[in-house]
């Protein structure tokens, strides 16, 4: 069993999210409340107790759904898993690749918690609110989801943020450009182009002022070189150098996440289990989609931990 951890991205949040592993494990409360700490506010109060629409800021459902990883991670790591010599690779979608490179060891828990609240704040503020969009094309090939890019663009930018398998294009850009594309999908046979309620176009030209910002960012944080490699999102494919990690951290934030070519690499390289480690199953379900001989399991709870422990340490 060749095995690697992913690591959910937004959207994967939910009000009450690692409560359960606050209560069972004193690791998973150390994580929550070094976060806490770093980011200088009670962060797990609002993960715990909500309101849904404060967790849902993009500020906080990215460190928050990192803490949640990080707390499956240290708990596992406490009940005796080395990463090292258990997992081979590690892939998070989105943010998700930030949780990946601290369960890695290339940042650390606290600096990982400020650069993805700086990315949120600076994702949030790279566009003014209503003048970009996503929209999620379901059922199009992806040649056909660029020639739609192509044709909208008359009206403004587009492009495809994630490539997430299964047959799920999400395109994001200026709000009438991507409007534009949603129709001309739909035209061309698409079964559903469906616009997001998000708050920004992630993963998009106009994201280039908070590409600036994670540029800045990144160079005055300590940054060590992954135990395991990491299939970042910009190459799906698996990169071990620390500055080569941030500068594609930096090309993610207006770049696309490759996730269905992640998980057919993961396949095509004997990956076999492809753990789920954080809030919810996303991952796993697309897992599924993409390849049927990778195997995706989510582990947030404590019988999820008992279970991969048993599995892994055996």
């Known amino acids: 069993?060749?095995?690697?951890?992913?690591?959910?991205?937004?959207?994967?949040?939910?009000?009450?999210?690692?409560?359960?592993?606050?209560?069972n494990f004193a690791e998973a409360r150390a994580v929550f409340d070094e976060v806490d700490e770093a980011l200088g506010e009670k962060l797990s109060s609002i993960m715990f107790e909500g309101p849904e629409e404060t967790l849902t800021l993009t500020a906080n459902a990215q460190p928050a759904l990192m803490a949640v990883s990080m707390a499956v991670i240290r708990v596992l790591q406490a009940k005796g898993l080395d990463l090292k010599s258990k997992v081979s690779y590690v892939a998070g979608h989105s943010?998700?690749?930030?949780?990946?490179?601290?369960?890695?060891?290339?940042?650390?828990?606290?600096?990982?918690?400020?650069?993805?609240?700086?990315?949120?704040?600076?994702?949030?503020?790279?566009?003014?609110?209503?003048?970009?969009?996503?929209?999620?094309?379901?059922?199009?090939?992806?040649?056909?989801?660029i020639a739609v890019c192509e044709e909208a663009s008359a009206l403004g930018s587009v492009q495809i943020a994630n490539d997430n398998g299964g047959g799920q294009l999400v395109i994001s850009g200026e709000k009438a450009a991507v409007?534009?594309?949603?129709?001309?999908?739909?035209?061309?046979?698409?079964?559903r182009a469906i616009l997001l309620p998000v708050s920004a176009p992630f993963h998009s030209t106009l994201m280039a002022?908070?590409?600036?910002?994670?540029?800045?960012?990144?160079?005055?944080?300590?940054?060590?070189?992954?135990?395991?490699?990491?299939?970042?999102?910009?190459?799906?494919?698996?990169v071990s150098d620390a500055d080569e990690i941030a500068k594609l951290l930096v090309e993610q934030v207006t770049g696309q996440v490759r996730w269905r070519e992640t998980v057919e690499w993961f396949a095509a390289n004997n990956v076999t289990t492809l753990y789920e480690l954080g809030s919810g199953k996303v991952l796993t379900g697309l897992a599924r989609r993409i390849d049927k001989t990778v195997n995706g399991i989510a582990v947030n709870t404590a019988a999820d931990i008992d279970a991969a422990v048993a599995a892994l340490m055996a």
């Open 209 to 238: 002022p908070a590409a600036d910002a994670m540029r800045e960012a990144l160079a005055g944080v300590a940054k060590s070189n992954p135990i395991v490699p990491v299939i970042a999102n910009v190459r799906a494919a698996p």
């Open 1 to 23: 069993m060749t095995v690697a951890f992913t690591f959910p991205g937004q959207g994967s949040q939910a009000v009450g999210m690692g409560k359960e592993l606050a209560e």
């Open 179 to 191: 409007e534009k594309a949603a129709a001309l999908a739909t035209d061309k046979g698409a079964k």
């Open 95 to 145: 943010l998700g690749e930030y949780s990946a490179l601290c369960a890695a060891g290339t940042f650390s828990l606290a600096d990982t918690a400020r650069l993805l609240r700086i990315r949120g704040n600076a994702m949030q503020a790279a566009v003014p609110v209503g003048v970009g969009a996503m929209a999620a094309i379901i059922g199009l090939e992806q040649v056909d989801v």
